[in-house]
T-cell receptor, first 117, second 111 residues
Framework: EAQVTQNPRYLITVTGKKLTVTCSQN?????MSWYRQDPGLGLRQIYY???????DKGDVPEGYKVSRKEKRNFPLILESPSPNQTSLYFC????????????????FGSGTQLSVL | QQPVQSPQAVILREGEDAVINCSSS?????VHWYRQKHGEAPVFLMI?????EQKGHEKISASFNEKKQQSSLYLTASQLSYSGTYFC????????????FGGGTRLMVKP
């Protein structure tokens, strides 16, 4: 089954304790992206990747890191989480990584609810 | 810069129609529409590309006005299953390969 898999589904941590949220897709998509969702603010893009070893900042990259060593995986790393990073996080992927357009529909993972105390 | 969606929320009775608008201050290449049920991931509805035609399937359709940098989502004869939050996502000329989402429109359909 074609899917984007995120883990964990729920995560409670404390300020400053490094964490990683994993994201994997089995559709051979070039494009992958991370979003955070906060009430009233919609989905805001954190980082995206056009292909292996190619990543770029979105609208809200501060406090986050990503890597794209393999095409299928795009982990989100919080080196020193803070309470303002408490949010619902979504990973997404799509076929298109060429040219200017995202162009193709995004497939979303099921989300990770992160609470930083 | 996020596109602006309106209204922020709407309540309908089954069978009524609704329009959700999405506006951008920048030139748009494409507009995406997604629907999110509570506690679930957003699900793709449709994409409208610059220079393309109005899209639609069944009772949900959308238009893209390139001159006004606006898109509208039309929900006709709404069903209970249409309830959820609707997001538009936009690609603009100066934003690389980013898809920027609006704040969402919460739609509730009542029996």
């Amino acid at each position: 089954e074609a899917q984007v898999t995120q883990n964990p589904r729920y995560l409670i941590t404390v300020t400053g304790k490094k964490l990683t949220v994993t994201c994997s897709q089995n559709m051979n998509h070039e494009y992958m992206s991370w979003y955070r969702q906060d009430p009233g603010l919609g989905l805001r893009q954190i980082y995206y990747s056009m292909n292996v070893e190619v990543t770029d900042k979105g609208d809200v990259p501060e406090g986050y890191k990503v890597s794209r060593k393999e095409k299928r995986n795009f982990p989100l790393i919080l080196e020193s989480p803070s309470p303002n990073q408490t949010s619902l996080y979504f990973c997404a992927s799509s076929y298109s990584g060429q040219g200017l357009f995202v162009g193709e529909k995004l497939f979303f993972g099921s989300g990770t609810q992160l609470s930083v105390l | 810069q996020q596109p602006v969606q309106s209204p922020q929320a709407v309540i309908l009775r089954e069978g009524e129609d609704a329009v959700i608008n999405c506006s951008s201050s920048k030139a748009l290449y494409s507009v995406h529409w997604y629907r999110q049920k509570h506690g679930e991931a957003p699900v793709f509805l449709m994409i409208l590309l610059k220079g393309g035609e109005q899209k639609g399937h069944e009772k949900i359709s959308a238009s893209f006005n390139e001159k006004k940098q606006q898109s509208s989502l039309y929900l006709t004869a709404s069903q209970l299953s249409y309830s959820g939050t609707y997001f538009c996502g936009t690609e603009t000329a100066n934003a690389g390969n980013m898809l920027t989402f609006g704040g969402g429109t919460r739609l509730m359909v009542k029996p």
